[in-house]
């Protein structure tokens, strides 16, 4: 940790975490021992820095922490401010529309070295998945904002001490028109030390907090994550401590999260909590829990009301709050805990219906790929293979490289069009029908004749059924068949490209040429006649194949392969081997364009390499 650098109404504390999952944990470490020190005492004055303030701080520097390590990926620099204030109290005499006083209090401001990152936290937030924390920012932080330097971004916030916006909130009711100011939407949080306060903090902010609560949980698809957010926003503001169990699929209660204002008593009232479960069926909310010891100081009792967890009819889980030296929780604070308690069900319920149908795609996804590519004696091989869609293993792009006995190998590399799930289903049924084919005994021309056949009779049935409505599924492919030569240690090569972008053969001169002729689509024909084109692959020359995701990568009007761009692309790839080359194309791809790539990409690269005719011999 850095050096605290005093100055007249301020001070600075500074430190430097590296780019890792250790970052947010120090982080929040940093913050607690700057906070909790002398120096902070005296700058901002004995009791400024409150529990709440200070869990605010942790909260806030860990998701920003977190951001950066996981978006930019850099070294992180976290630095914060203890700023005294210097500006005059807030009076009624005060023009409306004057600046706010400097107030005393907190800014933290976490840098990093990317400032080509964008900050998300407006609109394109849920678009782009990114950006919760900045959601969280703007609840809880009194101001914040974004700062780009030529090396570095920073994205930094401001909280007032405690006494500082107790003024701010504390509006004459004879000026109704001075409302308070604030540079960014708050969470409203009771006052600490005042529990007698609490249900006019209720009555007063209790909307403002439950919109607030609802829109961060509603955005959350992991129900763990739904459980963390709801503790952090329960604890200290309604709660001292609160524990949340959610039903397995077994019907059985898990506890999964506990919190607590003060992070020594958590483990504590975790194990006390674990032997004590509520029972299934929890009945009305507001239901009163005996005390566990575990969560205060001997002596001080208080009192523990568990909330189920119900949605759509259906039972999710139990809320548990505890509130350390009071008798009983006022109407109020049981009303705000009952709401919260039935969105955070409903933002379970969500999270559980995304990850099962995320699930099952990714069941349905794996189908579409091979497990694991064959090994070619005296072929190097390579693929990269990358969806467009968000969140998906697999698009409208395939691949394949498998055995078919007696020392040949097959190989396929397609593209059904479009991506959606019907696109899916098509790249399924291509790629098992030329396994089964080719592995029947069926050759290049053979092949690519019957899965043509299948594609237009599926496309007739789809009419039938659907009418004009049914979309056609065009299918460009490219395969072929390799045989290792034993004897020139290369390998024979047979293939076609129906419709797809033709094959490049780079020669150990560094010559490029296409390796096929073009011919027709698949499924648009029902008699286009393939043919198949040879070559021999000599020890050193490569054979590169690709998708339109990146020939068409686009550059505003220009594309990749423009005035033969693969080719040069290739050509300087002399040398290389088969995976090297791989990630070269994938690069450039990237690379070509100033937009992200917006289609599906996959390369497969295959290099004849010298082998023995042992080797060779051995192979099924």
């Known amino acids: 940790m850095g050096a605290l650098l005093p100055l007249s109404r301020e001070s600075v504390a500074r ?16 913050v607690r021992t700057t906070l909790a020190g002398q120096t902070a005492t005296e700058i901002l004055g004995p009791g400024a820095v409150g529990a709440r303030m200070t869990e ?6 860990s998701e920003l922490v977190t951001n950066a390590v996981l978006h930019a990926g850099t070294r992180v620099e976290v630095t914060c401010r203890l700023r005294a204030g210097n500006g005059p109290e807030d009076s009624a005499d005060a023009p409306a529309d004057a600046e706010p006083p400097d107030r005393p209090g907190i800014v933290i401001e976490v840098a990093d070295l990317h400032p080509a990152s964008v900050v998300l936290g407006g609109p394109d937030t849920q678009r782009h998945g990114r950006g ?54 708050r969470i409203p949080t009771p006052p600490q030390g005042r529990r007698d306060r609490t249900a006019e903090w209720v009555d007063r902010g209790g909307p403002s907090f439950l919109a607030e609560a609802s829109e961060l949980l509603t955005g959350q698809l992991d129900e763990n994550m739904v459980a963390s957010l709801a503790g952090q926003l329960l604890v200290p503001r309604l709660a001292d ?53 575990a969560a205060a100081p001997s002596g001080t009792g208080g009192s523990a009301l568990t909330f189920p967890l119900i949605a759509r009819g ?29 969105r955070m069900a409903q933002a379970v319920a969500t999270a559980r219906q995304y990850t099962q149908q995320a699930t099952i795609s990714r069941a349905l996804q794996r189908r579409q790929l091979p497990v694991s590519l064959a090994h070619i004696p005296g072929v190097d091989t390579a693929i990269v293979y990358e969806p467009h869609g968000e969140g998906q293993t697999v698009g409208g792009d395939f691949y394949d490289l498998f055995p078919m006995g007696g020392r040949r190998w097959c190989f396929l590399l397609g593209d059904v069009c479009g991506s959606d799930p019907e696109a899916m289903s098509v790249t399924g049924l291509a790629r098992h029908l030329v396994r089964l084919l080719a592995r029947e005994g069926h050759g290049v021309e053979s092949v690519l004749t019957r899965l043509n056949q299948a594609l237009v009779e599926e496309e007739a049935e789809a009419t039938a059924l659907g009418g004009d409505q049914a979309r056609s599924r065009f299918l460009s492919l490219l395969y072929g068949e390799l045989e290792p ?21 780079l020669s150990t001169d560094g010559e490029v040429a296409p390796a096929a002729l073009p011919q027709m689509l698949l499924g648009i024909d029902d008699e286009p006649g393939f043919h198949a084109d040879s070559l021999d692959l000599a020890p050193g020359e490569t054979l590169l194949c690709v998708t339109d ?5 686009r550059d505003g009007n220009r594309q990749l392969d423009d005035d033969d761009g693969l080719a040069d692309i290739l050509r300087g790839c002399a040398g290389l081997g088969a995976k090297a080359i791989a990630e070269r194309v994938r690069r450039a791809a990237h690379d070509f364009g ?9 390369v497969l690269v295959l290099e004849a390499v010298p082998t023995s005719a042992q080797e060779l011999m051995r192979a099924p």
């Open 15 to 30: 430190t430097t975490l590296p780019g890792s999952v250790r970052a947010p944990g120090a982080a929040r470490s940093f």
């Open 56 to 61: 605010d701080a942790v909260l806030l520097v």
């Open 132 to 185: 919760r924390g900045f959601q969280l920012i703007g609840a809880l932080a009194e101001s914040w904002g974004v700062t780009y330097h030529r090396t570095r971004k920073s994205v930094w916030f401001r909280l007032d001490t405690e006494t500082a916006s107790a003024r701010v909130d504390a509006v004459p009711e004879e000026a109704p028109h001075r409302a308070p100011r604030a540079a960014a939407p």
């Open 241 to 293: 401590w609160c524990a949340v169990w959610l039903n397995t699929e077994g019907g059985r209660l898990e506890l999964r999260r506990v919190w607590h204002n003060d992070e020594r008593r958590i483990e504590a009232l975790r194990a006390t909590l674990e032997g004590d479960p509520p029972p299934a069926g929890l009945g009305a909310p507001g239901t009163p829990w005996p005390w566990p010891e």
């Open 314 to 342: 259906r039972g999710y889980g139990v809320l548990l709050l505890g509130r350390a030296g009071v008798t009983q929780m006022t109407e109020g604070v049981v009303r705000l805990s009952d709401d919260l308690a039935r």
């Open 485 to 505: 030569d034993p004897e020139s240690g290369g390998a024979h090569c047979v293939l076609a490209s129906a419709g797809h972008p033709l094959p490049l053969r």
């Open 549 to 553: 995701g990146v020939t068409e990568r």
């Open 594 to 602: 100033t937009e992200p790539i917006d289609d599906d990409l996959a």
